[in-house]
């Protein structure tokens, strides 16, 4: 198999990652840039999927940068394997497949090209920017993004990337926090909304114990959690 081959966009205010321009190349396509053309073939994909999406929210995201680096220790071969879930899981799309939409720090566009040069891409995937050290979409805000997907035929987001913070401090209510997290809100206003196992720091687990039928402060981890 081919691999593709990834190219950034002189466009300065709204970068475009792109394969070579050849019929039997995949794309991976800046979502405020589709043609007519391929905005049927993601609705029309979206379908075939039931409506589901992945939503990868800045995996390449340095932890030296994060505001949330001080809390816990940083798990680096946990961070690796989130890291390591997205080429896999692009290289092994199917038509039927949940289509991945990776959302992108629009200054640090080019991790993308870094990080994913050597990926085979299985079918076109798509990234969209967002405002620096933040989950919004960097054009039209989370209204614009809402409308869009809603188009698309989208009705339950999977989510998976960094970060997923939940601190449970001995005296307070536990909090979430983090891109991710924040994501995670503004998506639920609209989607249904699924926790994938692809989470950085804390896990699918961890955000269900938050959220359970109880309250969170009835679900607060166990000793051997963390």
Request: hydrophobic letters at 30%.
């Amino acid at each position: 198999m081919s691999r593709e081959t990834f190219k950034q966009s002189d466009t300065p205010r709204d970068p475009k990652i792109e394969t070579e321009k050849e019929p039997s190349k995949r794309e991976f396509c800046n979502l405020n840039e589709l043609s007519e053309e391929q905005f049927t073939a993601l609705r029309n994909r979206i379908e075939k999927a039931k409506g589901r999406i992945i939503a990868f929210i800045h995996p390449y995201y340095p932890q030296e940068d994060s505001i949330w680096t001080d809390v816990g220790d940083v798990r680096q071969e946990d961070l690796e394997k989130m890291r390591a879930s997205l080429p896999i899981l692009l290289s092994t799309q199917s038509e039927n497949s949940p289509p991945i939409l990776v959302f992108q720090d629009t200054d640090r566009t080019n991790e993308l090209q870094i990080n994913l040069k050597e990926t085979a891409l299985k079918e076109d995937s798509y990234f969209i920017p967002t405002l620096p050290h933040d989950p919004t979409p960097s054009s039209g805000g989370w209204d614009s993004l809402l409308h869009k997907l809603k188009n698309l035929g989208v009705n339950e987001v999977i989510m998976a990337g960094m970060n997923l913070v939940i601190e449970w401090p001995d005296d307070t209510d536990p909090k979430v926090g983090g891109c991710l997290a924040s994501a995670a809100e503004e998506l639920s206003k609209v989607f249904k909304v699924n926790i994938s196992k692809f989470t950085y720091p804390n896990t699918k687990e961890d955000y269900a114990r938050f959220h359970g039928p109880k309250g969170p402060e009835d679900h607060k981890p166990r000793k051997s959690d963390h």
